[in-house]
């Protein structure tokens, strides 16, 4: 089977996309560049690929931003914008020599256009395995640069006060599990609920490697701390789940956000399956942007995250199936009704299934059936998540062609699935332990099937 293009997520109309990587909101649209092989499937001949969006939803796939050169891919970075509107994109230099470095380009348009910087590489630690840069903005002035020792589990940090000279500043880790190396950092200074408070959140991607790399395959994570001198440190020392599903990774947040927002965006794979999911003429797809903010809970900080949802108008309960591009939401009293399961039934026997425990406190999804133990060995099975607050009886479930995003405690977990459900009706049924039936709402997203060919600049301007 061929997997379906998703409607309102990014995906390109051909050739392979993976990580996030420049994202801006400049020129009232949200620009969205990304690991890109602009001559196939397959991932390699890495470049920066480019899209554009007035609303985070609907999505103007254009040129080639940053295109691989002979000796040199380039790997994944970040843009920011300066105050005269100029975009800086602080991009991985891996040369064919082994090395790993970073790079700057400029652009005047809105990033339609580049211009390398002579000066580059404008960091060389001679390292092979120094990646990923992410360019933030310092409170009180400045800049910071993270960026990946990936196998040593090491981020480090670079100041600057022009964007041109960078020094360093120190490092952060190693912690948590070995066997993986650490890619795709981003810091972000989250509000907490309900307070003026803001704080420091380090956002983290990790990759097992190895001949025993765990089969859970890639993930991303977060830590709460504080930044001290150019400098992120953590008094937890533990990295915490961001999404409990098996497709969420390297997600990074836009520069320039309207209101200061933190808005995520990431790649929803898998690095233990992603280069033989069965998709073509494309193959790569990223998360619905979301939100990000702090809930406190005891004594203890928590990721929240609020999707930007896509429009939809309400079926008819009593319809059976429902086109594979729709918001479920399902609502229902815990205390009286137990367990829930929401099932999705697609082709043949693809099936899809959400539980809601509250006794275990638990939510899992699982997904089964021939096409989904066809795609990969480590691809079928049930990933389970903890509730924090199971007497919440609310789930929010996003489908779209392939991909498949449940949220539950209101923002404080969630879980990305790539699914094998295919390209016609799904079947959508709800029970509970009880007598109880969850009231379940299937909204039909009013978003049209993608367009399938690149454009020359972006569509008329709107306001995000």
Known sequence: ?????????????????????GLVFTGDRWHAFFQFNPEGNDWGNMSWGHASSPDLLHWDEHPVALRHRPGEQIYSGSIVAGDDGTLSAFYTSAYDRGIQAQSRATSVDDGFSWTMDAANPVIDRGSADFRDPKVVRVPGGGWLMLAVEAVERRVVFYASDDLSTWRETGSFGPLGPEGVVWECPDLVRLPVEGTTERVWVLLLSTNPVGDDADPAGSAMHYVVGDLVDGVFHSPD????????????????TFDSAPGGSAMMLAWMGNWRYARVVPSSPWRGAMSLPRTLGLRRIGDALHLVQGPVLPPSDELDASAPRIAPHAVIDVRWDPAAAGTVRLRLHGDDDATVEVVHDPAARTLSVSRTGRAADALHPDFAGMRSAPLADPATGALTVVIDGPLLEVFADDGLTVLSH???????????????????????????????????????????????
Do not use: K
Request: glycine share 10%; net charge positive; hydrophobic share 45%.
């Open 1 to 21: 089977m061929s997997l379906p293009r998703p409607r309102f997520h990014l995906a390109p109309a051909r050739n392979w996309m993976n990580d996030p990587n």
């Open 237 to 252: 020392g533990d990295l915490r789940p961001l999404d409990h599903g098996r497709d969420c990774y390297a997600g990074v």
């Open 418 to 464: 790539l699914v094998t459900l295919g390209a016609g009706p799904v079947s959508v049924s709800a029970s509970a332990a009880t007598s109880v039936v969850p009231a379940v709402r299937v909204g039909a997203v009013r978003i049209g099937a993608p367009a399938g060919t690149a454009q020359e600049g972006p569509a008329a301007p709107a306001a995000a």
